[in-house]
């Protein structure tokens, strides 16, 4: 039998394909939370620009976790700024690199390039949920930079600190395969940063959209 798997095979890879949605996160109590899909298959616009900004500065190759359609990677290299897209999704691997971009189909808590030694990650689109286990991202996104290196995160507007299970749901109703996911408003972020070696650097808004710069924390023993 052939398993589908979140992400991959399901309405989010075709949503991906298309640049077109609706496509929503639906929980198992029936909530829908509608996913940006068009602005994710459109060109760095608005907020983007305030991290790509930050990711400049520091001089240094960048890696985007769940880099999706790809458009951040995109943006980076035409500042000059090296940079790699990894995500599971196999279309999303696609489009990016048919924006010229390199990525790699591969799950962050895969083995990944220069581990250690990237000047900045990216969270960025809801990806601190990744994995619906927030400490066991944000302990490997920490293993990736380096000591010196930044991880730049996306968090919610409102101060929630949700873990579910959920499905991405596209057009005409089309489900696919449960999966667990979490979503953070900037405190539960910083604690739970804390809590994997991380301090905050910085904090900001743009566009209708909030982030956090996070460093290592000196002596925490990562690397």
Do not use: K, Y
């Not at 809801?126 to 286990?133: A, S, W, Y």
């Amino acid at each position: 039998m052939t398993r589908t798997a979140a992400w991959a095979d399901d309405p989010f890879a075709e949503a991906v394909r298309t640049g077109r949605g609706p496509l929503w996160l639906r929980g198992e109590d029936g909530s829908r939370l509608r996913l940006d899909i068009e602005r994710w298959c459109a060109p760095a616009a608005g907020a983007d620009h305030s991290l790509l900004l930050r990711c400049a500065h520091l001089a240094a190759p960048v890696v985007d976790v769940g880099c999706g359609p790809g458009r951040l990677v995109a943006a980076l290299l035409a500042l000059g700024v090296p940079a790699l897209g990894i995500d599971i999704t196999g279309a999303a691997v696609a489009r990016t690199v048919g924006l010229g971009g390199p990525a790699l189909r591969r799950s962050v808590f895969d083995r990944l390039p220069a581990e250690g030694r990237w000047g900045g990650a990216l969270l960025a689109d809801g990806n601190l949920g990744i994995g619906g286990d927030p400490d066991a991202l944000l302990r490997r996104t920490a293993e990736l930079i380096a000591p010196d290196g930044l991880l730049l995160v996306e968090v919610e507007r409102d101060e929630v600190e949700q873990l579910a299970t959920v499905r991405v749901e596209g057009p005409n109703g089309r489900l696919g395969p449960s999966f667990p996911w979490a979503r953070l408003g900037t405190t539960a972020t910083l604690r739970r940063a804390a809590s994997a070696g991380l301090v905050e650097a910085e904090r900001w808004a743009s566009h209708g959209r909030r982030f956090v710069a996070l460093r290592r924390r000196p002596g925490s023993g990562l690397g």
